[in-house]
């Protein structure tokens, strides 16, 4: 009876932490959201609770941290288990980096909005639908194990980096053409940057899960 009482319990504690990976992942995915509509609408208030909003982040970071400490320190897993705590470690590390990019994302949309439209927002709405899937999708896959949606993460790594480069083409000609846009043509090449800097953490993510599943490590590798 002990020992099926310590099995539950043990369960309990990794699904907890599943649970709380994934209401981080939410969070993340949607100040990712929130970001580029206080951009797209103009709204410095959206944006101002996408800046606050970094601090639920940050705690849950902390919490999560503690519980997988808790479980390696109390439990002592082995194998598999031992793999999914240490990825987990990992994982927040990650998505506590990608709210940083969008608490970046709300201060360059505030100095934005205090500034005449440079032109339309296209690429970067979609730059932000790509990067949020993946994080999902990176997300999901480390719950359920599937290291098919994990490679999958990682090859839209490259629509991603594609949409930048292309918003960096046309930023450069932008300035090129009239030095008056520089300072706004900055400022959305950062939110670029930091949407695709979001979807590296999210390849992260998705490289560990690989690990976790089939042992193989596919860092800086061609997937």
Known sequence: MEREHFSR???AELKNIREKLLEMGGKVELMINDSLKALVERDST???RVIAYDHEINRLEILIDEKCLEVLALRQPAARDLRFITLALKIVTDLERIGDQCRNIGK???ELNDEPVLKPYIDL???ATWAGVMVKEAL?????GDDQLALKVCRDDSFVDALNEQIQRELLTFMIEDSSTISR??????ISKCLERIADHATNVAEMVIFMVNGKDIRHTEV
């Open 108 to 110: 360059r949309v505030k």
């Open 185 to 190: 043509s900055m400022k959305i090449n950062n």
């Open 125 to 127: 709405p979609r730059m």
């Open 9 to 11: 319990q043990y369960d």
């Open 140 to 144: 999901d896959a480390f719950v359920r």
């Open 46 to 48: 959206l944006a101002d």
